[in-house]
């Protein structure tokens, strides 16, 4: 209705609607007016229980009803440079949404000047509509390039080059940096002299935004801490402060961060399904319930109120709730990314692989760098003994994220499974070097290192594993602060120093055993340590032992036993030898 009275008085009064305003108003309307077409469409596909399959391709190539309409007319206005900041950034969008792209446009726009850029640009466009008259414009063709490649003809007026251009004339359109990050979040030296020079702060924000994005939490951390400065009171930047917390997995500060966004806005809703999702981890129901409390009454339909519910049902082991609560989400807006994965989690839960698989496969549809799609995609594999398929997504994840220890040892997991020990190594001394806080490479390096028969570096990775470390002996001499304990065995000559352990408090009471893993260890640095006759080290392993239940008590035992009786065998013979 607004598009056909500003279509029918610009026929009717060409003055009143002649301002760039009201003609990307016209423009703008008709688009929605399309995207509301779509979003009924869809529903009808849904109610009409049309194949899964069938609604993804749909949702891929998208069914605006309007695109080739607003298309025709926003390139005429584009030519006759009439189109401002806004209209730029809406044809910038139906560019998009009709696929049109270059390959060249980018490598092009690093080697020129913004007016040679832009003047050029324009030749092309012009002299591609030429080309384009005979064939359907939503049908993308081919030539051959100066080199002969087959390339594909497209326009090349990028949609790149459009944003850019978007944001020089009206940089504080925060959507139009939105589609940049989408388009490609790397900026050639000249786009980036375009945008900062049109708004610093806005490009800062940009950065951040794609710093975090691309999973470079420490640069996002630093902008971020930057841009606090100058705008103290900034929900916006509190809240990108919490995600960052929580990539890198420091809940307890992504918490106390979240709950002074939500003091500040007690009504926000953005954002904190990710704050239940820290809640989750850290397993406090009682704050999770809270929230969704708080949510059902800010605003009962929306999305992110609906996965704060899932995660509470999730969280009470209530699986089919949860996934009840998580569809809704989609529901309401069938583009919320961490609804499929959320889902694909639930499933897992569930030990339903295959609809795990096809929730996995949705979130990374809609977005290829979550790599919890990915990674969850190489757990569902991998429970199906599919390792191939596991380690091609889990090195998806590791691509994403290569400095999350997690995603090293679930692709090290894989590839010992598959008795390729060498790879293992390497990924879980990736994990170890990008901290394993669990142990879990640690462990499994001084498994395999055991198994090889390398005892000495089973041993390193087995007291890493425990929290512990060992030094030589020398070193410790030098050093009082530091308890160590003197082995009660003979010393053996050798010209290398002794390594003595460090011992937390200088006695084992602090040494980890909750675990099978941390028992395992134990026991093998309780022989290990026998084996250098270092017996007050492996007395020490052995105690620790006795305390627990199972066959690793039992061993244990025999292990005091031995040890007492070289003992006594070692004094009688020294007592034989001095003489009466």
């Known amino acids: 209705r607004a598009h056909h009275m500003l279509s029918y008085n610009e026929a009717t009064d060409t003055g009143r609607c002649s301002t760039q305003k009201t003609r990307f108003l016209k423009y703008y309307s008709l688009y929605l007016a399309g995207e509301k077409a779509k979003e009924e469409m869809d529903l009808e ?16 190539q998208g069914s605006n009803p309007h695109l080739k309409e607003l298309y025709l007319s926003l390139s005429v206005a584009y030519q006759q440079n009439s189109l401002d900041g806004f209209g730029l950034y809406l044809y910038a969008v139906v560019l998009k949404r009709l696929g049109y792209s270059t ?50 003809l497209t326009f090349d007026v990028t949609t790149r080059f459009i944003l850019v251009e978007s944001i020089r004339r009206y940089p504080w359109n925060w959507s139009a940096w939105m589609e940049l990050a989408a388009h490609s979040p790397f900026t050639s030296n000249e786009e980036e002299v375009i945008l900062a020079t049109s708004c610093p702060w806005m490009f800062q924000l940009f950065q951040a935004h794609v710093l975090l994005d691309q999973q470079q939490n420490d640069a996002a951390r630093a902008l971020l801490t930057s841009l606090e400065d100058q705008f103290p009171q900034s ?51 009682t704050e999770l319930s809270r929230l969704a409390h708080r949510a059902l009454k800010v605003e009962k339909y929306r999305p992110e ?61 809609l977005n290829s760098r979550d790599y919890r799609a990915w990674y969850g995609l190489g757990q569902a594999y991998e429970i199906l003994n599919m390792f191939l398929y596991s380690i091609y997504y889990y090195r998806k994840a590791v691509a994403i994220r290569p400095y999350d220890a997690r995603m090293w040892c679930a692709l090290g997991g894989c590839y010992e499974k598959l008795s390729k020990v060498d790879e293992a190594l390497a990924c879980f001394h990736r994990a170890v070097n990008n901290q394993d806080r669990e142990g879990i490479a640690s462990f499994h390096l001084g498994r395999l290192y055991a198994a090889r028969g390398q005892q000495h570096e089973a041993a390193k990775y087995y007291q890493m594993h425990l929290g512990l470390r060992s030094a030589p002996e020398s070193i410790l001499q030098d050093h009082d602060d530091i308890k160590r304990s003197v082995s009660m065995g003979s010393e053996r000559n050798s010209e290398h120093q002794k390594e003595v352990l460090v011992l937390p408090g200088g006695s084992g009471g602090n040494i980890r055993v909750d675990t099978p893993q941390a028992l395992a260890a134990i026991l093998f640095l309780a022989n290990y340590y026998k084996q250098l006759d270092q017996f007050r080290e492996a007395t020490i392993f052995c105690n620790r032992l006795l305390d627990m239940q199972g066959p690793e008590k039992e061993e244990a035992k025999a292990l005091l036993r031995e040890m007492h009786s070289l003992e006594a065998t070692r004094m009688q013979f020294a007592t034989m030898e001095k003489g009466p």
């Open 103 to 152: 390959s060249t446009g980018s490598t092009q726009a690093q080697s020129s000047t913004p007016i040679s850029m832009k003047s050029r640009h324009r030749a092309d466009f012009a002299e591609e509509q030429k080309r384009q008259q005979l064939h359907d414009p939503t049908t993308p063709s081919s030539s051959k390039n100066e080199s002969g490649v087959t390339t594909t």
């Open 45 to 60: 596909m849904n109610v009409t229980g049309s194949s899964k399959e069938v609604d993804r391709n749909l949702h891929r």
């Open 235 to 285: 929900t916006y930047l509190l809240a990108q402060q919490a995600l960052t917390s929580y990539h890198i997995r420091d809940f307890d500060q992504s918490q106390e961060q979240f709950e002074r966004l939500a003091a500040q806005d007690p009504h926000r809703m953005e954002n904190m399904d990710v704050y239940s999702n820290v809640l989750y981890v850290k397993e406090d129901k």
């Open 305 to 365: 109120t609906c996965c704060i519910i899932g995660n509470y049902y999730s969280i009470k082991n209530k699986h089919d709730r949860a996934i009840i609560y998580f569809h809704r989400a989609l529901k309401l807006d069938p583009n919320f990314l961490s609804a499929w994965t959320l889902i694909g989690h639930e499933y897992i839960e569930m030990k339903n692989t295959s609809a795990a698989i096809e929730a996995y496969r949705h979130a990374v549809d």
